[in-house]
Nanobody, 126 residues
Framework: QVQLVESGGGLVQAGGSLRLSCAAS????????MGWFRQAPGKERDFVAA????????FYADSVKGRFTISRDNAKNTVALQLNSLKPEDTAVYYC???????????????????WGQGTQVTVSS
């Protein structure tokens, strides 16, 4: 079992930045591909970004490419998502996820597959 806890969400103006963190416990995340997803009210949960076990490769949704950066620190058992140039349409609950599938396949990951955190709210005002 992997327990994931997200933090770092909040209210920010359009154009601003936030850094989300995901702290894992129970097992080392070095055995898992890690990803971030988001879910806006009334919408499905969408893939945002994923990173391979080594951290050498990353994958992004087209809507966030060039603005968001995913990173991981296996020694600290943490994953981060840097959000820059935020837009109102980025408003959502952001979830951290871990899975044993390849990182490039995480786009299709949805509960109950994988391990998920409880989410952190990001609100971007215009």
């Amino acid at each position: 079992q992997v327990q994931l806890v997200e933090s770092g969400g909040g209210l920010v103006q359009a154009g601003g930045s936030l850094r989300l963190s995901c702290a894992a416990s129970g097992r080392t995340i070095s055995n898992y591909a890690m990803g971030w997803f988001r879910q806006a009210p009334g919408k499905e949960r969408d893939f945002v970004a994923a990173i391979t076990r080594s951290g050498r490769s990353t994958f992004y949704a087209d809507s966030v490419k060039g603005r968001f950066t995913i990173s991981r620190d296996n020694a600290k058992n943490t994953v981060a998502l840097q959000l820059n140039s935020l837009k109102p349409e980025d408003t959502a609950v952001y979830y951290c996820a871990a899975d044993q599938s390849p990182a490039q396949a995480m786009g299709s990951l949805r509960p109950p597959r994988g391990y998920w955190g409880q989410g952190t709210q990001v609100t971007v005002s215009s």
